[in-house]
């Protein structure tokens, strides 16, 4: 299989026993099936939650005018804090899920 998240991945993917967790560069991590390669889930950032619409449309790709909002690389480096991209590869213990984003926030999510 194969699934397309539609955005950036820089970090490794992490694994449990059947999920696949895909950290983003738009700050979306990713819950994969690794049987099926179906998305099962995803969290947004809270740089994502409060900065999405600045950059990208609902459906996550950019602005018809990103080129005139990010005019520079400190633009670009600006916006990579702001919306939390993923740089990080998360770690998965039994128990929890541990990640980090560009917005300063380190998230641990309990397993089910």
């Not at 993917?13 to 983003?24: K, N, R």
């Not at 990010?70 to 998360?90: H, M």
């Amino acid at each position: 299989w194969k699934s397309n998240m539609k955005c950036n991945i820089f970090g490794k993917i992490a694994l449990s026993e059947t999920m696949g967790y895909v950290p983003t560069l738009i700050g979306r991590l990713y819950g994969v099936d690794l049987n099926t390669g179906s998305i099962k889930w995803s969290l947004a950032t809270d740089g994502y939650n409060n900065h999405h619409l600045e950059y990208f449309k609902s459906d996550d790709t950019f602005r018809n005018d990103i080129v005139q909002v990010i005019t520079s690389n400190e633009d670009f480096l600006v916006a990579q804090r702001k919306f939390g991209a993923i740089y990080s590869s998360p770690a998965a213990t039994k128990d929890y899920l541990i990640f980090s984003s560009n917005d300063g926030t380190v998230y641990c999510l309990k397993r089910k």
